[in-house]
């Protein structure tokens, strides 16, 4: 069963518009961490940031927000006023503690494409 | 700080074959994953490495097999390839239980 689901495949904005991205989980664990990589055309895979199961604080970083809301498993991203250079493909992660090692379930991805 | 470093870049093989593909970890760090990325899907773990052993495996067969060294480096090492292999293979180095951060990658291509 998929562990992360990013139902969105591929988005495209118009520069300066906002772009959220849904991301839902799901696990048995209580003790669980959330992550958000963002992937650019080189391939390399980008940290963005990084939620533990207890901490349901909403963040803001510059441009980039999360919303973390347990009650649906969910763990979305928005991207403000959006930029070309935005133009990624972005994924959502889950690393659940009961493994004993912090590997990462990573969804299918959010391919975003930011029009000038 | 040096990041995670792989290489080869880039590498084509023919079924059959084996590959070899190498990765440095980011300085300080003592873990190692290993993950496997094909055309338009997320990362699939393969396996992680910690002071040498493994720590952890995800749904890949034994010809799928690796190394840690001292220095806290790695191989992956696939046998046996096959066409289904050709991917984009990204390493990722953390400290232990903390989050992972990816080096660019080694895309390889079997015929």
């Known amino acids: 069963a998929q562990k992360v689901t990013q139902a969105q495949t591929e988005i495209s904005v118009v520069e300066k518009e906002d772009v959220t991205l849904d991301c839902v989980y799901e696990?048995?664990?209580?003790?669980?961490?959330l992550f958000w990589y963002k992937q650019p055309p080189s391939g390399e895979l980008v940290f963005l940031i990084r939620r533990n199961s207890f901490d349901e604080q909403n963040e803001i970083s510059g441009r980039y927000s999360w919303n973390f809301q347990k009650s649906t498993s969910s763990f979305n991203f928005t991207i403000t006023a959006s930029q070309v250079v935005d133009s990624a493909v972005y994924f959502c992660a889950l690393s659940e503690a009961s493994y004993g090692n912090n590997r990462l379930a990573f969804g299918k991805g959010n391919q975003v494409v930011v029009i000038p | 700080e040096t990041g995670v470093t792989q290489s080869p870049t880039h590498l084509i093989k023919t079924r059959g074959q084996q590959v070899t593909l190498r990765c440095s970890s980011q300085s300080g760090h003592n873990t190692v994953s290993w993950y496997q990325q094909a055309l338009g899907q997320g990362p699939q773990f393969i396996f992680q490495y910690y002071r040498e052993e493994e720590n952890g495996r995800g749904n890949f067969p034994p010809r799928f097999s690796g190394l840690q060294f001292p220095n806290y480096s790695s191989e992956l090492n696939v046998n046996a390839l096959e066409l289904d292999d050709s991917a984009l293979y990204l390493c990722a180095s953390s400290l232990t239980g903390l989050t992972q951060y990816f080096g660019p990658g080694t895309r390889l291509l079997v015929l």
């Open positions: 696990t048995r664990d209580t003790t669980y961490y």
